[in-house]
């Protein structure tokens, strides 16, 4: 298997080049269908019988998922990345360029150079002769980047996938801090909020009086206020994005766009704001959503106010089981005179699709390439690190396949 990664690490480097010069910004469709095919056609040779499913009913291209039969007897392993990128095709940001052992483009770690470690190991263990006995399901999802509506279809084909699997592997990229790389057993969760407040409008002369009361203004202050100084625990954060108030202040249609009117001597009428919250666990997403709805049921005298929240992101909570994924990969990176990976920080790292299926399987996150700079312009890859991460995931994935279920 390392014979094979690193006889192919060109082949690699030219696949990786034509994935990223292909756009394939989660809102171009085409684009993701066209990444899509770029990896059937690497799939199909290897013996996977690959489906495209039709996601038009969520507003987005689709997903991709490839199955390969082995003998039935070892641990069937789940092999998750996504096609799409954030990079849309009106972003400057386009193309691939390469100086020496770095390349960059949109794309190129998260998660063009995920899906190649995918491909890479996979072919290191056709070489080896492991992948014939493998049970292997792998989801390629098309729009990670920002899923389509409702959740529960967009991600539904995901979480049945791991639902039959014993082990699922995300290839987001490798986590590193100061040149040392760690393993992701744990991502927190990621989800919106909206907060919306109301008051009395009237002339500012009769503010906090018993005719108008607060107005809107402050009783969003208040809330968010008291969000700072209620809410804190370790491994949350809970954002407030974007806000406006006034006579009236209200959202977009898309909700991504405040705007405001008023007057220094008029009481706001109405305000809004947007966040996110992030949290490690269920439990602890649960207790804090409770929180933050009482903490808004509070209100200022001459006010109502109203928060809703998002169908996000689930957490991936830090299991024993997820860390003993973690143990066997140390195994064979010991095996290999690899870098043993301790737990990297989960508030260290955003949301991913093996959030929605790590409550049914053990699973490790952050098994694609070194790279940078990601959602920016310039995000980048070492090249370097692609095939030691389809080596590590090539002798991980047949060890998993010799183990009796």
Same mark, same amino acid.
């Given at each position: 298997?390392?014979?094979?990664?690193?006889?192919?690490?060109?082949?690699?480097?030219?696949?990786?080049?034509?994935?990223?010069?292909?756009?394939?910004?989660?809102?171009?469709?085409?684009?993701?269908?066209?990444?899509?095919?770029?990896?059937?056609?690497?799939?199909?040779?290897?013996?996977?019988?690959?489906?495209?499913?039709?996601?038009?009913?969520?507003?987005?291209?689709?997903?991709?998922?490839?199955?390969?039969?082995?003998?039935?007897?070892?641990?069937?392993?789940?092999?998750?990345?996504?096609?799409?990128?954030?990079?849309?095709?009106?972003?400057?940001?386009?193309?691939?360029?390469?100086?020496?052992?770095?390349?960059?483009?949109?794309?190129?770690?998260?998660?063009?150079?995920?899906?190649?470690?995918?491909?890479?190991?996979?072919?290191?263990?056709?070489?080896?002769?492991?992948?014939?006995?493998?049970?292997?399901?792998?989801?390629?999802?098309?729009?990670?980047?920002?899923?389509?509506?409702?959740?529960? !279809? @967009? +991600?539904? %084909? /995901?979480? *049945?996938?791991?639902?039959?699997?014993?082990?699922?592997?995300?290839?987001?990229?490798? &986590?590193?801090?100061?040149?040392?790389?760690?393993?992701?057993?744990?991502?927190?969760?990621?989800?919106?909020?909206?907060?919306?407040?109301?008051?009395?409008?009237?002339?500012?002369?009769?503010?906090?009086?018993?005719?108008?009361?607060?107005?809107?203004?402050?009783?969003?202050?208040?809330?968010?206020?008291?969000?700072?100084?209620?809410?804190?625990?370790?491994?949350?954060?809970?954002?407030?994005?974007?806000?406006?108030?006034?006579?009236?202040?209200?959202?977009?249609?898309?909700?991504?766009?405040?705007?405001?009117?008023?007057?220094?001597?008029?009481?706001?009428?109405?305000? !809004? @704001? +947007?966040? %996110? /919250?992030? *949290?490690?666990?269920?439990?602890?997403?649960?207790?804090?959503?409770?929180?933050?709805? &009482?903490?808004?049921?509070?209100?200022?005298?001459?006010?109502?106010?109203?928060?809703?929240?998002?169908?996000?992101?689930?957490?991936?909570?830090?299991?024993?089981?997820?860390?003993?994924?973690?143990?066997?990969?140390?195994?064979?990176?010991?095996?290999?005179?690899?870098?043993?990976?301790?737990?990297?920080?989960?508030?260290?790292?955003?949301?991913?699709?093996?959030?929605?299926?790590?409550?049914?399987?053990?699973?490790?996150?952050?098994?694609?390439?070194?790279?940078?700079?990601?959602?920016?312009?310039?995000?980048?890859?070492?090249?370097?690190?692609?095939?030691?991460?389809?080596?590590?995931?090539?002798? /991980?994935?047949?060890?998993?396949?010799?183990?009796?279920?």
């Amino acid at each position: 298997m390392k014979a094979a990664v690193q006889a192919e690490a060109p082949r690699h480097e030219g696949l990786l080049e034509k994935l990223v010069r292909q756009n394939s910004g989660t809102l171009n469709l085409d684009g993701v269908r066209k990444v899509g095919d770029m990896v059937r056609a690497e799939l199909e040779p290897l013996g996977f019988q690959v489906r495209w499913i039709d996601m038009a009913a969520t507003g987005r291209a689709g997903h991709l998922v490839a199955t390969h039969r082995g003998n039935g007897r070892g641990k069937r392993v789940l092999m998750i990345a996504h096609l799409d990128t954030v990079f849309e095709p009106a972003s400057p940001f386009q193309g691939w360029q390469r100086e020496g052992t770095r390349a960059t483009g949109p794309g190129a770690g998260d998660d063009k150079g995920g899906i190649v470690v995918v491909i890479a190991a996979l072919r290191a263990m056709q070489a080896a002769g492991t992948l014939k006995t493998a049970d292997i399901e792998i989801v390629m999802t098309g729009d990670e980047e920002r899923s389509g509506k409702p959740l529960d !279809v @967009a +991600r539904r %084909d /995901l979480i *049945a996938a791991g639902k039959r699997a014993d082990i699922a592997l995300e290839y987001e990229n490798l &986590a590193t801090e100061n040149g040392r790389e760690y393993g992701s057993t744990a991502r927190r969760s990621s989800t919106d909020w909206t907060l919306t407040t109301t008051g009395r409008t009237g002339h500012s002369s009769g503010v906090f009086g018993a005719s108008l009361g607060y107005g809107a203004i402050y009783e969003l202050a208040r809330i968010v206020d008291t969000f700072r100084r209620e809410l804190p625990e370790t491994n949350l954060t809970y954002n407030v994005g974007v806000m406006a108030g006034g006579t009236p202040g209200a959202f977009d249609k898309d909700q991504l766009v405040a705007t405001a009117t008023g007057k220094p001597n008029i009481v706001a009428a109405s305000a !809004v @704001a +947007r966040g %996110d /919250l992030r *949290a490690l666990t269920p439990e602890q997403n649960a207790r804090v959503i409770a929180k933050m709805k &009482a903490i808004v049921a509070q209100h200022l005298p001459g006010t109502t106010a109203e928060i809703t929240f998002s169908d996000g992101y689930p957490p991936m909570a830090p299991t024993e089981g997820n860390r003993a994924v973690l143990a066997e990969l140390n195994e064979v990176n010991r095996d290999l005179d690899l870098p043993e990976l301790t737990e990297f920080d989960p508030a260290k790292r955003g949301a991913a699709d093996s959030s929605f299926v790590a409550a049914d399987v053990d699973t490790l996150a952050g098994m694609g390439p070194v790279s940078g700079g990601a959602h920016a312009e310039g995000e980048w890859v070492d090249l370097t690190s692609l095939p030691r991460q389809a080596l590590r995931s090539a002798v /991980l994935i047949s060890r998993y396949a010799a183990e009796r279920r």
